[in-house]
């Protein structure tokens, strides 16, 4: 190959590699988007589709036992109080975890149930997203990674859990909560705002 032609396929290369991130970005699930349609199987190897809700608030949190900032918010207790919080309010609360089975950071439903119950874990459920297929489907970026679903279908929040990406426990605890003012809002029947923020986190293990 001469010189032309590889620089040729180079550029084609990063064109091609430039398109199919703005196409990942545009598809990504948006407030005001119908909320995508999925079935996983949870820990305990039942299988959980998500229109079966259809009619509650639902909240998706993307999660992984092994990243420090979901880790963070554990330890706080503050995705658990949240979990609580808003299932006493009949809000269905799905915890997802879309570690590719040939991740390194994989949990089987075992493992899964063992750090939730010592966090305190108090969702609905605990989804396996083993080949990430879900996590692709609303173009999920981080774990943490949340959206808030009304009885309708529709996403009316998507991105971080809160305000502060690098705080302490204390900072965590004092952190304006978009999820928490996305249900209120949404439950009060008023708009939520914001609706859409950037998530913050690790990297999903795709």
């Known amino acids: 190959m001469n010189m032309k032609h ?10 091609a590699l430039a398109f199919a991130t703005a196409a990942t970005s545009a598809l990504a699930a948006t407030a005001g988007q119908t909320a995508p349609d999925f079935t996983l199987t949870d820990t305990h190897g039942k299988a959980v589709r998500l229109s079966d809700y259809r009619g509650k608030y639902v909240v998706l949190e993307w999660t992984n036992p092994d990243c420090p900032f979901v880790q963070r918010h554990y330890n706080t207790r503050n995705m658990p109080g949240l979990q609580k ?32 119950s010592a966090h305190e874990g108090s969702q609905k459920a605990v989804l396996i997203d083993a080949d ?28 971080a859990i809160d305000d502060r990406p690098r705080a302490s426990a204390d900072e965590t605890r004092n952190a304006k909560n978009y ?10 029947g008023t708009a939520v705002d914001p609706a859409n ?3 913050y986190g690790c990297s999903i293990k795709y």
């Not at 590889?6 to 064109?15: G, M």
């Not at 692709?136 to 943490?144: D, E, F, G, V, W």
Request: glycine fraction near 4%; hydrophobic fraction near 40%; avoid cysteine.
């Open 179 to 188: 999820v928490r003012t996305a249900l209120t809002a949404a439950t009060r």
């Open 6 to 15: 590889r620089v040729l396929t180079i550029v084609s290369a990063v064109a």
């Open 197 to 199: 923020t950037t998530p």
């Open 85 to 116: 919080e808003w299932g006493t309010r009949d809000v269905t609360w799905l915890s997802i975890d879309s570690s590719s089975r040939d991740s390194s950071e994989f949990k089987t439903g075992v493992q899964l149930d063992a750090w939730m």
């Open 132 to 159: 990430s297929a879900t996590a692709r489907l609303y173009a999920a970026k981080t774990t943490p990674h949340m959206f808030v679903i009304n009885p309708e279908g529709r996403i009316v929040y998507a991105g």
